[in-house]
């Protein structure tokens, strides 16, 4: 069984950095994409970035692009998601996924963390 465990949360200024991880046990990551998505209060859960199983092909969302960067450690089974010139509208409850299967080219995320809080204060 897998289980996914994100980090790294907080509450920052606007303009502010945070790194969150995402660190696997009961299954190496080495063969999965993973994302990293979101939801805020009162919100559906959104698609903020997402990496290939080696970290070759990068893919994010218009409203973080620029600002946002996935990056993956395989030796260390964890998954990163560096956060840079964050915005109020960014506060959400952040979760990481993992995708071994794919449909149509989609990963499909079947594994999920519980999530990390992140709030931007203006």
């Known amino acids: 069984q897998v289980q996914l465990v994100e980090s790294g949360g907080g509450l920052v200024q606007a303009g502010g950095s945070l790194r969150l991880s995402c660190a696997a046990s009961?299954?190496?990551?080495?063969?999965?994409?993973m994302g990293w998505f979101r939801q805020a209060p009162g919100k559906e859960r959104e698609f903020v970035a997402t990496?290939?199983?080696?970290?070759?092909?990068?893919s994010y969302a218009d409203y973080v692009k620029g600002r946002f960067t996935i990056s993956r450690d395989n030796a260390k089974n964890t998954v990163y998601l560096e956060m840079n010139s964050l915005k109020p509208e960014d506060t959400a409850v952040y979760y990481c996924?993992?995708?071994?299967?794919?449909?149509?080219?989609?990963?499909?995320?079947?594994?999920w963390g519980q999530g990390t809080q992140v709030t931007v204060s203006s």
């Open positions: 996924a993992a995708a071994w299967r794919y449909y149509n080219s989609r990963p499909q995320y079947n594994y």
């Open positions: 009961g299954r190496s990551l080495s063969s999965a994409a």
């Open positions: 990496i290939s199983w080696n970290g070759g092909i990068t």
